[in-house]
């Protein structure tokens, strides 16, 4: 914001116009799609201008020309903020700015509810980066957590973030802290210095694990029984090949990647190995787990081609949900754009139903697009949708004032968010194919806990897998991870297959809870 805009906001507060906004004026309302006016206007802009002002006094900035001394950001205030840089694929900067003189550990603090049934607030308190708004929402998704509200703030060089966060009463909390650390730049102590550098050399991916083992017969839910012990222990699942055998015995192939990086190590191996045999129990006839060799994770990705009804399911899909078993599928989105709010940003405003990741998924696509964040915030409505509120503009600084740009964003936005994941079950010659893509980033990440999702379905609607196959691959010039699932309809008491894909699309959106 420009100084006039920070002074503005901090008269309109010390003259009682505009409650401070740690009283949190900007958590809630529905006013984002009513009739707009011009009083609306400058209360709406008066409300982020007093945002600016009180997130730079946290941070113990003064005015230009004067030193920057570090502050400490509030740890339960009812806003926080996060933006530039956040969400944008080459955006990045420096970070000079507040929280000089805390500790690392205490750039994320997590305030678990007293009660237990309430929300957990997470602040986020640290120099802003290239898509640390995307990391934070990925790894929280991760974590099989869901935000319910949020405020986020970012002058391009410091973020300020609040998530409230609903899901898991079992979730470990301290680990969660960790990975968040973990996607959060570091900071020294000192002022007036660049605290954060993008670096050129890419990090070395990480190493692919084949874990094999042998079932002497299926049963039902063994496969999620499997996944969830993978995702517990932070495993990642690259790719699965599952096969019955005639005599009903299970062949399992996992290619894995560990978060911890520590897979290689004999003790990591076996106590992965331990965990699978407490929920596998006699039935599990051997396991072993070997770094996968180049050849054989290349053999194990499958034919490179998706059969035409696939992909033609698929590519109806990415044209509005146009594929015919999803004709009842109905989640409408609305996005407005407005540059006449603010001389220096165009306002995203979206209305939409909540879905698990919602928030992921308006920062991956943003990302993706280079669209960048300064000031955001998020919440529900009275009438059970999500509202979401952005300030935004190019990674250069500029407005998007383009119509052609604003109707391909709002587009992009409608699609990603309508159907952030794709659910199809077609015909394979005599078999069911249950068919599940979602979009890649562009930075190669694919989307957390999918196939668990899968499985949980699909042990809940009682419905057995047969074979299944995990790979990506190029469909409307786009990377997508496609699962794709033999059902084994041996049972006599086959569940009808849009049954089956109603089931799996509302576990994966978080629609089958409540």
Request: aromatic share 8%.
């Amino acid at each position: 914001m420009r100084r006039r805009s920070r002074n503005s906001g901090r008269r309109r507060v010390e003259e009682g116009e505009i409650p401070s906004p740690a009283a949190g004026e900007l958590g809630g309302g529905g006013e984002i799609f009513s009739k707009r006016s011009s009083a609306f206007g400058r209360r709406t802009l008066g409300r982020v201008e007093a945002k600016v002002f009180h997130v730079d006094r946290l941070f113990g900035r003064q005015e230009r020309g004067e030193e920057r001394k570090g502050g400490e950001g509030s740890r339960h205030g009812e806003l926080g903020s996060e933006g530039g840089s956040v969400g944008s694929e080459s955006g990045g900067g420096g970070g000079v700015g507040g929280g000089m003189g805390i500790l690392h550990e205490d750039a994320v603090v997590i305030s678990q509810s007293e009660n237990g049934s309430g929300s957990t607030v997470i602040t986020v308190n640290c120099p802003d980066k290239t898509g640390l708004g995307c990391d934070l929402c990925r790894i929280i998704l991760q974590f099989g957590l869901s935000i319910c509200r949020g405020d986020l703030y970012t002058d391009g060089k410091w973020c300020y973030v609040l998530f409230w966060l609903v899901g898991r009463p079992a979730t470990g909390w301290n680990l969660l802290k960790k990975r968040l650390l973990d996607a959060c730049p570091s900071y020294f102590s000192t002022s007036e210095i660049e605290y954060y550098r993008p670096e050129n050399k890419q990090a070395r991916p990480p190493d692919v694990f084949l874990l094999k083992f042998w079932c002497s017969y299926d049963r039902k839910g063994l496969l999620h029984d499997v996944t969830e012990v993978l995702c517990e222990l932070e495993l990642t699942i690259k790719r699965v090949k599952v096969s019955t055998t005639p005599d009903g015995r299970v062949m399992d192939l996992f290619f894995v990647t560990d978060s911890r990086e520590l897979l290689h190590t004999k003790n990591r191996q076996e106590e992965t190995i331990n965990h699978l045999r407490e929920v596998l129990g006699d039935t599990m006839v051997s396991c072993e787990i070997e770094l996968a060799e180049q050849e054989v994770t290349a053999c194990s990705q499958g034919s490179p081609f998706l059969p035409s009804a696939i992909t033609e399911e698929t590519t109806g899909l990415e044209m509005l949900d146009g594929n015919r078993s999803s004709s009842h599928f109905s989640n409408p989105v609305f996005v407005s754009m407005d540059n006449s709010l603010s001389p220096s940003h165009t306002i995203v405003q979206i209305e939409c139903r909540d879905h698990k990741g919602l928030i992921y998924d308006i920062m991956r696509t943003l990302k993706d697009l280079n669209i960048q964040i300064s000031y955001g915030r998020f919440w529900a409505n009275s009438r059970g949708n999500s509202e979401v509120e952005f300030f935004t503009m190019h990674a250069d600084g500029s407005k998007i004032v383009d119509l052609t740009e604003q109707n391909d964003l709002s587009s992009c936005l409608k699609r990603e968010l309508r159907s952030p994941l794709r659910v199809a079950v077609v015909s394979r010659g005599p078999e069911t194919e249950l068919l599940v893509a979602n979009p890649v980033e562009l930075s190669g990440r694919g989307r957390p806990l999918v196939f668990y999702d899968i499985t949980s379905a699909l042990e809940i609607l009682t419905t057995r897998i047969f074979s299944v196959e995990i790979g990506r691959h190029m469909i409307c010039n786009r990377e997508w991870e496609v699962y794709r699932i033999v059902l084994d309809e041996r049972d006599s008491s086959c569940v009808p297959r849009e049954k089956i894909e109603e089931g799996v699309r509302n576990r994966l959106m978080g629609w089958d809870r409540g």
